[in-house]
């Protein structure tokens, strides 16, 4: 019913309950058309996050996408919510986590600074306030994160004099205080250590991703026994072989074992890309056929005297004479009463 579309009549027909039950699934439908094409970068940390999410705890938590902050943008970049009070991610960087978690992941290109810290605070803030109710989001169960390859030092200068930023034990953790109730951290993941943070020190391009960060992701996913999150974790491993293909060809030259590794960790998205090349081929090819088949068409009809020249060349956006001569060559004549302009 929801390919339907309904008239005033029918809409003022519909109970309450129905009318909202509509409205829902059409602001649904808006949100992911309205969803901008997302950068690799931003798949890639999405593919982070969910293997992060599911290895801990399964289909306890949700990783929401480009949540809109109502029916129009601005759209929070990841909102990590996890579906109840006892329910906990393992990792260090997900410790100060509540229930709803507002995440800006800024790519190694995008700047860190004041802006993009009030604009995760605006995000958060308008979260909560857009709720239908406190009890759905209280304000003491949602989180502020924000991650990125590399730290702005300027920023955090300018952060820790002011006495908005502390180190956390834990490398690669900053808190910030003083400019929100929410908590907040910013996390820098080339700082993080670990093997269990290998990947998020490989994410990063121009071939700066560390080798042994590399063979590090590897050797996890090798490790892992749950298939969803070896997808995410190949997924990961994808963007960090595009972002670093230098990198990746040294290290098959050196260790041929690992090469044969990696083509067989990422061979299901190797034959993902290939089977989307070979339909984007073969729509161009039928493209191309359906085209050349049009034009044979056209050809046709004017020889017979059911279309003239001017219409025919128009209807494919030719020349009147580059028209004519291809009739020609493909064994049709012209018309006697057809006057071709030269």
Known sequence: MMNELLTQAEILALSEADRQDWRDKILEQLRWLNVYPKSDWHRGFEAFLKADAYEAIGGQAEVIVEHPLGEAPPRIDFIVWLHDDETKLQ?????????????????????LNWRVIYKAIGYASLYLGL??????????????????????????????????????????????????????????????????YAAARAMIDQ????????????????????????????????????????????????NTEMS???????????????AKRDAERDAKRDAKRDAEHDKILLFSIVQEGSMSLESAAAWLHLPIQEFTNQMVQNGFTIPSNATVQQ
């Open 91 to 111: 990792k260090s960087i997900y410790r100060i986590f509540r229930r709803f978690n507002v995440i800006e992941y800024k790519n190694p290109h995008d700047n």
């Open 260 to 274: 044969d590794v990696l083509l067989e960790i990422l061979a299901p998205k190797l034959a993902e890309r290939d």
């Open 131 to 196: 709720a239908k109710s406190e009890e759905e989001r209280p304000k003491d169960q949602i989180t502020i994160s924000i991650f990125r390859a590399v730290k702005n030092p300027d920023l955090f200068k300018e952060l820790e004099e002011a006495g908005h930023l502390e180190a956390d034990e834990i490398k690669g953790i900053y808190h910030v205080h003083g400019l929100t109730e929410f908590p907040f951290q910013i996390v820098i993941m080339t700082e993080l250590e670990g093997k269990e």
């Open 207 to 254: 071939d700066r991703a560390k080798p042994e960060d590399i063979m590090q992701l590897l050797d996890c996913i090798q490790e892992e026994k749950d298939e969803i999150v070896r997808d995410h974790m190949r997924e990961v491993l994808d963007l960090i072989s595009k972002k670093n293909p230098t990198t990746i060809k040294t290290l098959g030259r050196r």
